[in-house]
């Protein structure tokens, strides 16, 4: 079977939250997320982004099962990372991407779909057609599956903060 990319509205995103945060923990366990961490997602961090402003929520789903998903919203001042790297980044790097940005917030897929091209789909239809210049991201400072996508897909290292990189992309998204 084929795995189809869809797109979900915060309410529609919020009424699989349970779906979610099993495919959030599943993928981020290996780098040490626990369980307090998944029902921390669950119950405070997706309600919370879901409400932002140009919240996108894209999911691969095969039958009735839900593989991986990916989502963001904008970014602004006031709001918990964009305050955090403003704070961290070079004010150049400030200045040149904060503000406008869209911000990818998760990216996840399950272990045993990894290697699929889910993850490909999934950055390409999250940011596909966005009305911001820039998107930008924080990621592990050490070679995972995550970066090695980000990098192929065109994002580029700006700052190395206390505990990940940060990394921003120009758009439009070329296509493949």
Do not use: K, N
């Not at 940005?101 to 998760?106: A, I, K, M, P």
């Amino acid at each position: 079977m084929t795995y189809r990319i869809v797109q979900w509205e915060s309410g529609a995103a919020l009424d699989r939250a349970a779906q979610l945060t099993a495919v959030y923990h599943a993928a981020f366990e290996p780098y040490g997320e626990d369980d307090g961490t998944a029902e921390t997602f669950r119950e405070r961090s997706l309600p919370s982004h879901a409400g932002r402003t140009d919240f996108r929520c894209v999911a691969a789903v095969e039958d009735d099962a839900l593989l991986g998903f990916g989502y963001g919203y904008q970014g602004a001042r006031g709001q918990y990372w964009t305050d955090r790297v403003a704070g961290l980044a070079p004010a150049d790097v400030v200045d040149s991407w904060l503000g406008g940005h869209f911000e990818v917030v998760e990216l996840a897929v399950l272990p045993p779909e990894q290697g699929r091209g889910i993850g490909t789909a999934l950055h390409d239809a999250l940011l596909t057609d966005l009305p911001h210049p820039v998107a930008l991201l924080s990621t592990w400072q050490h070679d995972t599956p995550a970066r090695r996508l980000y990098l192929r897909r065109g994002w580029q290292p700006l700052a190395e903060l206390p505990d990940a990189t940060l990394m921003g992309l120009r758009l439009p998204l070329a296509p493949l």
